[in-house]
Every structure is written in C-alpha cells, then in structure tokens.
C-alpha cells in the first residue's frame, strides 16, 4: 500500500491493509465462483463437492501463507493470507447449513469433520511458521469451535 495512503487509515485498517490485495481478490472470486456453481441444489453430492473445493482451496492458501513467511519472509501478506484461511474455514462450515437441516445424522458428520480439518490446519500451519502461540490464545479458540459445533448439535434434537 502507498506511503501517503497508508498514513491515513485508522489503526485497524494498517494492521489489516497489506501492499498485496490480489489475495484477496482472488479469494472472493473463488468463493463467487463456488457460490455461483453450487447455489442451484443442496443434494448430498453436489455439497460433499463443495466441501472439497473450499478444503482444497483452504489447504492451498495455508500452504501459500507458509511459503510466503518461510521463503519470501513477507510478514504483512502472510497476516492477510491467514485471516483468508479464517474466512474460508468460515465459509465451508457455512456451506454445511443446508445439509445439517435436511439430515442432522449427515450434517453432525459434515461438522465433526470440519472441526477436525480446522484444528489439523491451524495447528499445521502454527508448526510450520514456528508461532508459538500460548494456550491461553490457543484454547479459547478451539473451545469457541467445539461451543459453536455443540449448539448446532443440540438444535439437531
């Protein structure tokens, strides 16, 4: 980002702006485009596809996010490429909605497995950029995702 337009965001906005936005463009293209193509049924099938798309994406993007610390050493767009991830585990657990209501048996599978991949990746990727982030950042993290995958257990019943 330019100098003279980087000294006017607030402070939130330089913590977050990078010089580099076509990661995030590139991110909202595939996320239209998942939407665009799966948006016409919610079978089994075609949201089992989805889920693949977005987990493959999402791994593709960490491992994008782990070149760029290691080999590059660029710390700002590495920042945008890991909140990216975020989102994207966001979104595919979003992407379960329509399964869990049509069968919770199915949907409370979909959600365990999401749980497990976004553990698996987060912990991945902290190893991998040697971050050593302290339990007490840690824990509550993984307690708001097993919190939020219990309440959509519970109203399955």
Known sequence: MQPQLRGKLPKWGRWVANQNPFYVISVAMV?????V??????????????TKI???YTLLLAAVGVLV???ARVWEDARTIL???????????????RVCLDNSHVGLVYL???LFFAISLTEAVLR??????AWAYRLPFYILSRQMGSTIDASFQ
Do not use: I, K, P
């Open 31 to 35: 996320l239209y485009g998942v939407h």
């Open 112 to 114: 365990t497995s999401g």
């Open 83 to 97: 909140l990216l991830n975020v989102l994207l585990l966001v979104a595919m657990s979003v992407s379960f909605d």
């Open 69 to 71: 610390v290691r080999v």
């Open 128 to 133: 991998c950029l040697q971050v050593r982030l």
């Open 54 to 56: 977005l987990g493959g």
């Open 37 to 50: 193509s799966f948006s016409g049924g919610a079978e089994l099938e075609s949201a089992w596809m989805m």
